[in-house]
């Protein structure tokens, strides 16, 4: 298996814009989670999808993060409108069981400016 | 919710140096997992060890839940082992989890 993969892996983007971030999970891992690294906030839990139902997302900072999963083998996570203080390291991870064996993909390195 | 301590925050090693990182919980913790994430940001699950001791070559983790702390051992330190170690655990459902501060490992040739 190619593990977690993450695209893009750089996103610069004007403030105001759009922002997609999508995930392809390990093939047959039920949970999907995306996080957020900040030197600030250090790893933050945004949301996590159990077969590709949304389980909890309080981590998500405002209404203007939304994140789908369509089916089992891709994620969106989107940013409308962008702003600077979103610059940050999106990670996409999955796991068999949610609790333990989390694979991470390499993370989409995100500048609003 | 249950508060994580690393430490020390920063760690700088001569290569084959031994060190030993510590994780201090607040409460008692599900899961708790040990990761590196390497220099280019890659974040690597090292150990699963919600209590006893494990070992994979050079590292090796031991968690004690009753007294709340895991430490985790690297002995014959490498460059490559520098990055960010972090230990995490998971909320009670088992499902989110939750990462510490991390402590940032610098081992110079």
């Known amino acids: 298996d190619a593990g977690v993969i993450q695209s893009p892996r750089h996103e610069v983007t004007e403030m105001g814009q759009e922002v997609t971030l999508r995930c392809k999970p390990i093939s047959g891992h039920d949970y999907l989670f995306w996080y957020r690294q900040t030197m600030m906030r250090g790893l933050e839990l945004l949301i996590y999808f159990n077969n590709n139902v949304p389980i909890d997302d309080s981590g998500m900072p405002e209404d203007r993060f939304s994140a789908k999963m369509p089916n089992a083998s891709f994620s969106t996570l989107k940013i409308q409108p962008s702003e600077p203080r979103d610059s940050a390291v999106y990670f996409c991870a999955s796991s068999l069981t949610g609790a333990y064996g989390y694979t991470f993909g390499s993370g989409t390195r995100l500048t609003v400016v | 919710g249950i508060q994580v301590e690393q430490s020390p925050p920063d760690l700088i090693l001569q290569e084959g140096a031994n060190s030993t990182l510590r994780c201090n919980f607040s409460?008692?913790?599900?899961?708790l997992q040990w990761f590196h994430q390497n220099p280019w940001g890659q974040l690597i699950n090292l150990f699963y060890?919600?209590?006893g001791t494990k070992q994979n070559g050079r590292l090796s983790a031991t968690t004690v839940a009753t007294e709340r702390y895991s430490l985790l051992y690297i002995s014959s330190s490498q460059t490559t082992d520098s990055g960010v170690y972090f230990c995490?655990?998971?909320?009670?459902?088992?499902?989110?989890?939750?990462f510490g501060g991390g402590t940032r490992l610098m081992v110079k040739p």
């Open positions: 060890i919600p209590s």
């Open positions: 409460d008692s913790v599900n899961n």
């Open positions: 995490a655990h998971n909320n009670n459902a088992g499902n989110m989890l939750t």
